[in-house]
């Protein structure tokens, strides 16, 4: 009685962080992403850190840029506080080299990595949506197909920009692409790059929706009607797609569900 009198007058809250270097539980998840500008990895965070705390987790949130150091950094931030799990999204080939010294419980999303300490890697079928987005192009008319993709040597890039070229392939089309890394600003510059070199392009598939919508600003700058001059497809349906005009065609990912069973293998595996 007399302890729960003091907590009460002091108002006295358990330090997680201590208490884990006794019980090795945080009850903390890492999320490591690579830019929380880009909406896609944003709505998989809020995805996350939803059921994260449904099941009495808190969310840490590091934003990587891509850059190994930072990643190495934040993993060992999180490997020092005891963290519990750590979710990665990265275009990162060579994410092993993170796991060093550590038994931390790890699933990767958008990516494929084979390690020990990798429990799960959660992907959406890019090769089949880079199919679909072209297809779809096709049979809306469009002959002089290009893709805005994204830098070839990540895996979810790769295998959207390959279905895209298959497609092309298959059809008699040629294929003509410009890669560009998953930002606005790239985009921008990249859409003017493939708008110069490609005069002729009557529709487009973005590797992603901010590419897509990057694309939007530069062909209505251009004084070009969409859809009826150059028809664009994006990738990902974030939330964002709605509220431009016109409202982007795209490719649906299961963000939600992506971020979901990330959370939920996890703790599972905790």
Same mark, same amino acid.
């Given at each position: 009685?007399?302890?729960l009198?003091?907590?009460?007058?002091?108002?006295?809250?358990?330090?997680?962080?201590?208490?884990?270097?006794?019980?090795k539980?945080?009850?903390?998840?890492?999320?490591?992403l690579?830019?929380?500008?880009?909406?896609?990895?944003?709505?998989?965070g809020?995805?996350?850190?939803?059921?994260?705390?449904? $099941?009495?987790?808190?969310?840490?949130?590091?934003?990587?840029?891509e850059?190994?150091?930072?990643?190495?950094?934040?993993?060992?931030?999180?490997?020092?506080?005891?963290?519990?799990?750590?979710?990665?999204?990265?275009?990162?080939t $060579?994410?092993?080299?993170?796991?060093?010294?550590?038994?931390?419980?790890?699933?990767?999303?958008? $990516?494929?990595?084979?390690?020990?300490?990798?429990?799960?890697?959660l992907?959406?079928?890019?090769?089949?949506?880079?199919?679909?987005?072209t297809?779809?192009?096709?049979e809306?008319?469009?002959?002089?197909i290009?893709?805005?993709?994204?830098?070839i040597?990540f895996?979810?890039?790769?295998?959207?920009?390959?279905?895209y070229?298959?497609?092309?392939?298959?059809?008699?089309?040629?294929?003509?692409?410009?890669?560009?890394?998953?930002?606005?600003?790239?985009?921008?510059?990249?859409?003017?790059k493939?708008?110069?070199?490609?005069?002729?392009v009557?529709?487009?598939?973005?590797?992603?929706?901010?590419?897509?919508?990057?694309l939007?600003r530069?062909?209505?700058?251009?004084?070009?009607?969409?859809?009826?001059?150059?028809?664009?497809i994006?990738?990902?349906?974030?939330?964002?797609?709605?509220?431009?005009?016109p409202?982007?065609?795209?490719?649906a990912?299961?963000?939600?569900?992506?971020g979901?069973?990330?959370?939920?293998?996890?703790?599972?595996?905790?």
């Amino acid at each position: 009685a007399r302890v729960l009198k003091v907590i009460e007058e002091t108002g006295f809250k358990p330090n997680e962080i201590a208490r884990s270097f006794t019980t090795k539980s945080s009850r903390i998840i890492g999320l490591i992403l690579p830019n929380i500008m880009n909406p896609f990895f944003s709505e998989v965070g809020r995805a996350v850190e939803d059921r994260a705390r449904r $099941n009495n987790y808190q969310l840490i949130l590091c934003n990587s840029d891509e850059d190994p150091e930072k990643q190495q950094e934040y993993y060992d931030t999180l490997k020092s506080i005891h963290a519990d799990g750590i979710i990665i999204i990265s275009n990162n080939t $060579n994410l092993s080299a993170l796991f060093k010294g550590s038994k931390i419980p790890v699933v990767i999303i958008d $990516n494929s990595i084979f390690h020990p300490n990798v429990v799960a890697s959660l992907y959406s079928n890019n090769y089949e949506g880079g199919r679909l987005a072209t297809n779809h192009l096709i049979e809306c008319g469009c002959k002089h197909i290009v893709s805005l993709s994204g830098k070839i040597e990540f895996p979810a890039s790769w295998f959207r920009w390959k279905g895209y070229t298959d497609v092309c392939v298959e059809q008699g089309l040629e294929p003509r692409y410009v890669e560009s890394l998953f930002n606005f600003e790239d985009g921008y510059t990249n859409a003017q790059k493939l708008l110069d070199q490609y005069p002729d392009v009557d529709g487009i598939v973005a590797a992603c929706d901010i590419l897509a919508i990057s694309l939007i600003r530069v062909l209505t700058e251009r004084g070009k009607r969409i859809p009826q001059d150059v028809m664009v497809i994006g990738y990902d349906n974030i939330s964002m797609d709605r509220v431009i005009t016109p409202a982007l065609t795209t490719i649906a990912q299961p963000i939600a569900q992506l971020g979901h069973s990330a959370v939920d293998i996890l703790i599972e595996t905790i």
